[in-house]
């Protein structure tokens, strides 16, 4: 069987700049911004007791952004705040000035006029961003990468926008999107990766993902956890674990929960630069064979990197049964526990901690984490069944692809 492979970060320390992207005051601002839609509502957070109980944990807790804007998947979070402080900045207003009905109106329209946002995804960010950009009376192009499903295609054509479905893997699409930006007026890239000279929108991208991690650090509370003692975060280009990391730093600077970063074994770019362990970003380039689509992403963010590498206890590159068994680990828990619909990136998270605390062979991991009957751990499960065949096929066929 092809075994979970993992790095514990001994990078050397940077200066930080970047964990101020996640300030709780940027963070409160996106929050704001997504409860001002009629369509928001906070995600469930499932507490799994039983399944605590049988790993040998204290607590376990479960983000389930399946519920997420009827859209399926977090993913919205950050498309809709960038294009919100994209808009603001064009017409030198502050994003707390343009909330939804503002956003959607005539008079905004007439004011700021209309861009086309251009983007690459395998589904769940492309989405995102054609609902918005139609909510927002905007244009929206995707590029898809080679080995997308039809559905996912179907559900971002659904929303208005032009999307086609490349011969070429997650990252090429992305420099599509930007070469085609350039060329068109009004163009503009909102992707969740960033590299050297295209910083700005993937900040705001990342500030947009904070609002779920806000959600959920409240619901914990609710539950009367004070705060979460592990963090369990999936990455592809690493946007959302820097997200999810920073916000926990920011949270809890002197008492930060430990980071786990679990990526596709296939697409492992930050486990490969802990490994290397000088700080430098590594790619990983080519197909990126795996089930977790959302996941096979080579050339990581640099913003979140720097969080990363400053911050994260251990990263993770889980083989693809390790999702399929957290899919139907999480679709069938133990009785009395409720069911999460999650997706093969969604669970990935949650499969590597079943196999750290079941396994012998993960022993050494699971004592390095100190994962034991005290810890209260908290998971995202970032997307729902978003290609239901693919999901069918899976939970209930018992395929690993």
């Known amino acids: 069987m092809d075994t979970i492979k993992w790095a514990v970060n001994h990078m050397p320390k940077t200066e930080d700049a970047q964990l101020k992207v996640m300030a709780i005051s940027e963070v409160e601002k996106a929050r704001a911004f997504h409860e001002s839609f009629p369509q928001y509502s906070i995600t469930p957070l499932a507490k799994l007791d039983n399944m605590a109980e049988k790993?040998?944990?204290?607590?376990?807790?479960?983000?389930?952004?399946?519920?997420?804007?009827?859209?399926?998947?977090?993913?919205v979070l950050g498309g809709s705040f960038a294009m919100a402080r994209y808009i603001a900045q064009q017409i030198g207003k502050d994003v707390s000035e343009l909330p939804y009905q503002v956003?959607?109106?005539?008079?905004l329209r007439k004011e700021f006029g209309q861009a086309t946002f251009f983007t690459a995804t395998?589904?769940?960010?492309?989405?995102?961003?054609?609902?918005?950009?139609?909510?927002?009376?905007?244009?929206?192009?995707?590029?898809?990468?080679?080995?997308t499903t039809q559905t996912r295609l179907d559900n971002i054509l659904k929303e208005g926008a032009q999307a086609t479905i490349e011969e070429c893997n997650y990252d090429e699409c992305v420099r599509m999107a930007a070469d085609m930006a350039s060329k068109t007026e009004h163009g503009i890239v909102v992707q969740d990766t960033a590299w050297?000279?295209?910083?700005?929108?993937?900040a705001w991208i990342m500030q947009g993902y904070g609002t779920m991690a806000m959600e959920a650090n409240e619901q914990l509370k609710e539950y009367g956890c004070e705060r979460p003692t592990h963090v369990f975060i999936q990455a592809g280009v690493g946007s959302l674990a820097g997200a999810v990391q920073g916000y926990f730093a920011n949270r809890y600077p002197d008492n930060p929960p430990?980071?786990?970063?679990?990526?596709?074994?296939?697409?492992?770019?930050?486990?490969?630069?802990?490994?290397?362990?000088?700080?430098?970003?590594?790619?990983?380039?080519?197909?990126?064979?795996?089930?977790m689509a959302g996941l096979a992403c080579g050339e990581p963010n640099t913003i979140s990197w720097d969080i990363l590498k400053n911050h994260v206890d251990t990263f993770v590159a889980a083989p693809d049964w390790v999702a399929a068994r957290g899919m139907r680990m999480l679709a069938a828990p133990i009785k009395g526990d409720q069911p999460v619909t999650s997706g093969e990136s969604g669970a990935a998270p949650f499969g590597a901690l079943a196999c750290i605390m079941c396994m012998d062979e993960y022993k050494e991991l699971r004592e390095h984490l100190g994962l034991n009957k005290d810890s209260r751990v908290l998971l995202f499960s970032t997307e729902g069944d978003t290609d239901p065949e693919r999901y069918e096929s899976i939970v209930w066929g018992g395929n690993e692809r």
């Open 55 to 75: 790993l040998g944990l204290g607590e376990v807790y479960i983000k389930d952004e399946s519920y997420r804007f009827g859209l399926n998947a977090f993913k």
């Open 103 to 107: 956003l959607t109106s005539e008079e």
């Open 122 to 147: 395998d589904g769940n960010h492309g989405r995102g961003v054609a609902w918005a950009a139609n909510k927002l009376k905007q244009k929206a192009v995707v590029f898809m990468p080679k080995g």
């Open 196 to 202: 050297d000279g295209y910083e700005e929108i993937p």
């Open 258 to 291: 430990k980071v786990v970063v679990v990526e596709a074994k296939a697409a492992a770019c930050l486990y490969k630069g802990a490994s290397v362990g000088d700080g430098s970003i590594q790619i990983v380039d080519g197909d990126m064979p795996t089930i």
